[in-house]
Structures are given as structure tokens and as C-alpha cells.
T-cell receptor
Framework: GQQVMQIPQYQHVQEGEDFTTYCNSSTTLSNIQWYKQRPGGHPVFLIQ?????EVKKQKRLTFQFGEAKKNSSLHITATQTTDVGTYFCAGPKGSGYALNFGKGTSLLVTP | NAGVTQTPKFQVLKTGQSMTLQCAQDMNHNSMYWYRQDPGMGLRLIYY???????DKGEVPNGYNVSRLNKREFSLRLESAAPSQTSVYFCASSGTGVNQPQHFGDGTRLSIL
């Protein structure tokens, strides 16, 4: 079935540095979703991208969907300690009701 | 507004014991899901129910059964627990149609000795 691969697996940055995580699929995706999971918490939906080349911003977070709809990225500008957590991308599975989650990128921010 | 409620939050079982994890949502969502999360493995789908009355296998269904009791409730049963089923289990729900965002419960931390 469709798989989404995420890199890097871990990232450790100093507060104020930028951070980017990448998500890649071998097949074209109809859409991609991003989730954040704080340590000890549950995944929380951040955003959905649908259109080829789409770029969406949420404050310091910028999400992009590739032109071929096979890759996506999440960029955080000037990280803060509140950004700590694991970021997951997810693509549709089969009929589209279920999702295939990437393995996530765990971000650690040191003050 | 409670969202997705999972019970219990923590459980320790002995190998071979059975257990049912409960999940209920109050958002009038049609679709519900069960995932397990293990270190370095991300979220793996066990079973899902696209709508009341239907269930489908996910990526890792072996050793589990599910019941969509009604629109609100979706339970996960371990008939004979094994140490390999030690994990954090998340229930999620989503609204009508495909490609909907999923809303997760707080999880059940299950240890099998």
C-alpha cells in the first residue's frame, strides 16, 4: 500500500534556530495532513494540504505540498521550546477514510 | 466538550489475559479508528470503521478484534494478550466523507507481562 516516509527521524536545535521536516511518497497523494504530538500527549491535527504547490502558514509554521503531490514539508522559523514534540505527516490510505502516517520527526529544542 | 474519550488510561495485563479497550466520541463523527504507537514505529492502524455497521482491517490487525457498538462507540478487544501487544493505543474519529482530519483520544498505555 501507499507509504509515506519522513526525514529526519530526530532533530535537536537551539531555541531560535529553524527546523524542517520532509515527507515523501512513492505515489501521488490526493492530500496530505500534518499532526503534532507533544511528549506524553496525543496527535493533534495541524493542517491539510490539497492543491499541487500549495503553501499554507500558521504563525511560524510553513507547510508546503509539492508540485507533483508526492512530497511535503513543514518548516518552523525561529523555534521555541513550545515547538517540542513529534511531527507526523499522513497520506490517505485506500478509499481515503484511513490514513497512512509517517514515522514522525521528533524535535527537541534546547533553550 | 469531551471529544474522544478512551478508557482505561493505564492497564497492566498478564500474558493470556483478555481485555477490551473502550472508545467513545461525542462529535457525531461517522468514522472511527484504532492505532497502536510503539517507539520508532509511528502510528500503525489496527482497525477502522468508516461508518456505523462497517469495520475494516488496518496494517496490524492480528491479535485484535473490534466492535462498532453504535455511532459513538468503537471498542478494541485483545482476546489473549501477548507481550508484543505492549503499546500505547489511540482511538480517533473523523467526520463524514474521505480525507477528513482525525481527532484523537488521550490514549491507553497497556503493558503485558
Amino acid at each position: 500500500g501507499q507509504q509515506v516516509m519522513q526525514i529526519p527521524q530526530y532533530q535537536h536545535v537551539q531555541e531560535g534556530e529553524d527546523f524542517t521536516t520532509y515527507c515523501n511518497s512513492s505515489t501521488t497523494l490526493s492530500n496530505i495532513q500534518w499532526y503534532k504530538q507533544r511528549p506524553g500527549g496525543h496527535p493533534v491535527f495541524l493542517i491539510q494540504l490539497v492543491k499541487s504547490g500549495e503553501v499554507k502558514k500558521q504563525k511560524r509554521l510553513t507547510f508546503q505540498f509539492g508540485e507533483a503531490k508526492k512530497n511535503s514539508s513543514l518548516h518552523i522559523t525561529a523555534t521555541q521550546t513550545t515547538d517540542v514534540g513529534t511531527y507526523f505527516c499522513a497520506g490517505p490510505k485506500g478509499s481515503g477514510y484511513a490514513l497512512n502516517f509517517g514515522k514522525g520527526t521528533s524535535l527537541l529544542v534546547t533553550p | 466538550n469531551a471529544g474522544v474519550t478512551q478508557t482505561p488510561k493505564f492497564q497492566v495485563l498478564k500474558t493470556g489475559q483478555s481485555m477490551t479497550l473502550q472508545c467513545a466520541q461525542d462529535m457525531n463523527h461517522n468514522s472511527m479508528y484504532w492505532y497502536r504507537q510503539d517507539p520508532g514505529m509511528g502510528l500503525r492502524l489496527i482497525y477502522y470503521s468508516a461508518s456505523e455497521g462497517t469495520t475494516d482491517k488496518g496494517e496490524v490487525p492480528n491479535g485484535y478484534n473490534v466492535s462498532r457498538l453504535n455511532k459513538r462507540e468503537f471498542s478494541l478487544r485483545l482476546e489473549s494478550a501477548a507481550p508484543s501487544q505492549t503499546s500505547v493505543y489511540f482511538c480517533a474519529s473523523s467526520g463524514t466523507g474521505v480525507n477528513q482530519p482525525q481527532h484523537f483520544g488521550d490514549g491507553t498505555r497497556l503493558s503485558i507481562l
